[in-house]
């Protein structure tokens, strides 16, 4: 077997069905019974990193069983070899030099509302199917940046992201629901329509030290001492 930089092969062909899925949506009789669909990726796993690909030290029995009694594709090869773009790539159908949704620049732009409504859940929600997502993204559509919540996990916790924009101040909230969280930067667009003079972040209404650099559209964090969250505090983040 090739070696080079590929998909899970099981993800890729299942991946592969839902596309050619999609393409039948508009062709297929809205009467007959459609199937249920879930789409499972692994993250920072290599190809052949599967017991059922002959390697007897990796127990992926689960996995194993659905290849057996699926289709293997043995010549899929992944567009971008980092986990949250190559996530984007296959949802959107474009290349990380197109979406350039990714982690350092050029290519660090967040999913556009356009891009997002050509995605495959998007397609499926309109054929009228309930959808959702468990587990890691680390991207999302820029949606109601005045007011939204969302989700987030990381390696060692996971809770809750926050933002308000109202009068001239934005205030941004991390609530951490399970585990823990360690900072040493911090990086938020900033949605107001000037450039932003004050800034203050406390955790659980204590002021934290921190180190500021305020852009028209960017507030870089810096925290000297490290900063530790663990679960039930709250982080808040004031501009204005």
Known sequence: MDSRSTLPKLIHS????????????????????????????????????????????????????????GVIHDNAYDAVTICMPSRVTMMTR????????????????????NDFA?????????????????????????????????????????????????????NNAIELRYGTLSLKELTLDTGLEFEATKAEITVNGDRIESQWKLQAERAAIAFPSGLDLTAGQIMVVKMS
């Open 118 to 170: 050509s995605s495959y859940p998007v397609l499926l929600k309109q054929a009228n199917y309930r959808t959702g997502f468990i587990g890691k993204l680390a991207f999302g559509p820029r949606v109601q940046q005045g007011n939204f919540r969302a989700a987030f996990t990381t390696a060692e916790g996971w809770g809750r992201f926050s933002q308000t924009i109202e009068g001239g101040r934005q």
């Open 94 to 113: 474009s290349y990380l030099s197109n979406h350039r949704v990714g982690i350092t620049a050029p290519c660090e732009r967040t999913l556009s509302q």
């Open 14 to 69: 299942i991946l592969f069905g839902i596309l050619l899925f999609i393409g039948s949506l508009g062709i297929a009789d809205e009467a007959a019974r459609r199937p249920n669909t879930v789409i499972l990726m692994t993250d920072d796993q290599r190809w052949d990193c599967f017991g059922g690909y002959g390697r007897s030290e990796f127990e992926t029995l689960h996995i194993d069983l659905l290849a057996d009694n």
